[in-house]
């Protein structure tokens, strides 16, 4: 089993940036590949980064490419989203997920975090 806990979401500005992270426990996440999702209520999970064990392969969603960028760190059992240049359309609760392969669905993961909450004003 593994248990994923995000942190780093909040208020900010457009324009503005912050980092997500991920810890995980239960199982080392080096062994899974990772992913991050968003959701605004009432909409499906919209995927926006999964990234392979080993960090050779990433793939960003189209609405945040080249503003986004995940990274992970095995040694310290976490994955981050850093996210640059936000808009107000990035205001949504954001998921990190675990699984055995990376995929573009939330069906594709079995683990998932709590999610936290990010709002970007105009």
């Known amino acids: 089993q593994v248990q994923l806990e995000e942190s780093g979401g909040g208020l900010v500005q457009a324009g503005g940036s912050l980092r997500l992270s991920c810890a995980g426990s239960?199982?080392?996440?080096?062994?899974?590949?990772m992913g991050w999702f968003r959701q605004v209520s009432g909409n499906e999970r919209e995927f926006v980064a999964t990234?392979?064990?080993?960090?050779?392969?990433?793939v960003h969603g189209d609405s945040v490419k080249g503003r986004f960028a995940i990274s992970r760190d095995n040694a310290k059992n976490t994955v981050y989203l850093q996210m640059n240049s936000l808009k107000p359309e990035d205001t949504a609760v954001y998921y990190c997920a675990a699984g055995t392969y990376m995929g573009y669905g939330a069906a594709d993961y079995p683990y998932w975090g709590q999610g936290t909450q990010v709002t970007v004003t105009s």
């Open positions: 990234i392979s064990q080993s960090s050779a392969r990433v």
């Open positions: 239960g199982r080392p996440l080096g062994l899974l590949a």
